[in-house]
Each structure stands twice: as structure tokens, then as C-alpha cells.
């Protein structure tokens, strides 16, 4: 089987020569001669018969093998390296993706193969009959981890995510009423900030944090002659923070008015701030 030759059965006058020639069939190699061969010349896939007798030669063929070669550098490739038959099919897979270690991310990303028809069936799956040796490589790209945090009285637009090598993700922050972006600390290293925006270059995994301030407004009290404010100055306060002045005359004075933001409160020897949203 898989194979020919050129010459059938027949009769042939004795001591003549017949020269038989044997032909593999795709994919087979002749491999000997067997049979009544003695005292017959042999040269590989010929024969010379040389009929002093009769003759009954069989020529037989062996199946070609040969090497897929599998690279992969995160492993997981099933099969490996394989010897094989000649017109084998072959489903190679990636069976391990993704490969996480640590904050690092490997994703396969399909498969190639050099000497032989193939055919891509997704990022981790590649089909093929196997006809000559070949070279399957298989693809594989580098994801970060990117986890952004807002710290306490803000947030921001994005969330962890796995994010491919040399990619950039834009962070806006934003604070809760009542407090300001202060800054971003972190893995802030080699990415472009402008105020609450950070551009996260994806260069190497990266934890960034938005942090946020409590706005402080001042409040500055004065006294005119002949009389105290406690406290007095620039009294700094909180956003949303109360604050009690006391009004005080010297003896002998009354108080004549109280002016907050030159509005006239009455003559009160106390004045409250209650909830400050502004200086």
C-alpha cells in the first residue's frame, strides 16, 4: 500500500531482465524490496529481475514523519513538540491563558506557524494538517494592572482594570462638595498630571490614589475703640463648620452695631456662623 510500480504481472522469457521501478505515493518513501530478490540488482526504488527464475518481488513504503516544533514563552501549548505522521491533523491549543503573575498579565494572542498550511481558529486555537516540518509560535501580550483609588470625599472616573503594555488610561478626580483634589500619590512615576487629571502610562503596573482637602475659608473679625471680639483675626474654618463670635463693650460703652460682610446685625453681643461655605 501507498505506493506503485511500473511493471504488473507477466510472463517473460528466461533469462531476460525486467526493470521494476517503485513509486511512493504522496506523503511515503520507499523504504525496500522483499521477495525473491536474490541474484537481482538493486538501486534503491529499482529493481532489475532477472527472470533465471520466477519471480514474486513486493516493493513496500513507509509513511513520512515529521517535527512540529512549538514555541511558547509562557508555556501551556498542547500538544508540545511532536513527531508525527505525515498528513496527521492537528488542533494545537493554549491552554493556560491568561498567565497572571502578580500585577503582570500574559494574554495569548494566536498562534503562527512556518513550513505548513495553517489555520487561525482564535487567540488560543490554531488547526492544521501536518505535511512538512514546521515551526508553531505562539503569540502572547503584556497586560498591567491599573488599580486607581479615591481616597476619603471624592472619587474617580475609572476602576481596576487590566490594561495592555505601552497603553495610557486618563484618571479625572473629583472631590465631594466641600473639598478640593489636593494631589495624586502612588505609582505616579513618568505619568503626565495636570491638577485632577492624571494620565496613567501603562509602562509597569501602577496603584494610584486621589486625595482630597477639607476647603478652609477665613473668617477675620475686627472691633472698633471701646470694645473686644473674641476670637479676633483671620479665624480659619472648615467648610460646613459653625463658628460663635462674642462681642464684648468696655465699661461705661454699649454696643452700637454689628456688621458681617457690612450687612448691620443689630447691636447682639453674639454672632453665630452656622455651616460656612465661603470666606
Do not use: E, K
Not at 518481488?57 to 514523519?65: E, G
Not at 481616597?151 to 473629583?174: C, H, K, L, R
Amino acid at each position: 500500500p501507498n505506493g506503485s510500480i511500473n511493471q504488473g504481472t507477466q510472463w517473460v522469457g528466461a533469462g531476460s531482465n525486467v526493470v521494476v521501478t517503485a513509486t511512493p505515493s504522496n506523503g511515503y518513501s520507499f523504504l525496500n524490496w522483499t521477495g525473491n530478490t536474490n541474484g537481482c540488482p538493486i538501486a534503491g526504488n529499482v529493481i532489475t529481475a532477472a527472470m533465471t527464475q520466477a519471480r514474486s518481488i513486493t516493493a513496500n513504503f513507509l509513511v513520512n514523519q515529521h517535527t512540529l516544533t512549538v514555541n511558547s514563552s509562557q508555556g501551556g501549548a498542547n500538544p508540545g513538540t511532536t513527531l508525527t505522521n505525515w498528513g496527521t491533523v492537528m488542533s494545537c491549543f493554549i491552554t493556560n491563558s491568561p498567565v497572571t503573575i502578580g500585577s503582570t498579565q500574559y494574554l495569548a494572542n494566536g498562534g503562527a506557524v512556518v513550513g505548513n498550511a495553517f489555520t487561525p481558529v482564535n487567540a488560543t486555537n490554531v488547526t492544521l494538517t501536518l505535511t512538512n516540518n514546521a515551526t508553531l509560535t505562539w503569540g502572547w501580550s503584556t497586560n498591567y494592572q491599573l488599580t486607581p483609588a479615591a481616597g476619603p470625599n471624592g472619587s474617580i472616573n475609572q476602576g481596576t482594570q487590566w490594561v495592555g503594555a505601552g497603553s495610557n488610561v486618563t484618571i479625572t478626580a473629583t472631590a465631594s462638595n466641600g473639598y478640593s483634589f489636593l494631589a495624586w500619590t502612588g505609582n505616579t512615576n513618568g505619568c503626565p498630571m495636570a491638577g485632577n487629571v492624571i494620565t496613567a502610562a501603562m509602562t509597569q503596573a501602577r496603584a494610584v490614589v486621589a486625595n482630597f482637602a477639607l476647603n478652609i475659608y477665613t473668617i477675620t473679625a475686627t472691633n472698633g475703640p471701646n470694645g473686644a471680639i473674641s476670637p479676633l483675626g483671620a479665624i480659619p474654618i472648615g467648610h460646613g463648620s459653625n463658628q460663635v463670635f462674642t462681642i464684648t463693650p468696655n465699661p461705661n460703652f454699649h454696643i452700637l452695631d454689628v456688621l458681617v460682610d457690612a450687612v448691620s446685625q443689630g447691636p447682639t453681643n453674639s454672632y453665630s456662623f452656622i455651616g460656612v461655605t465661603n470666606s
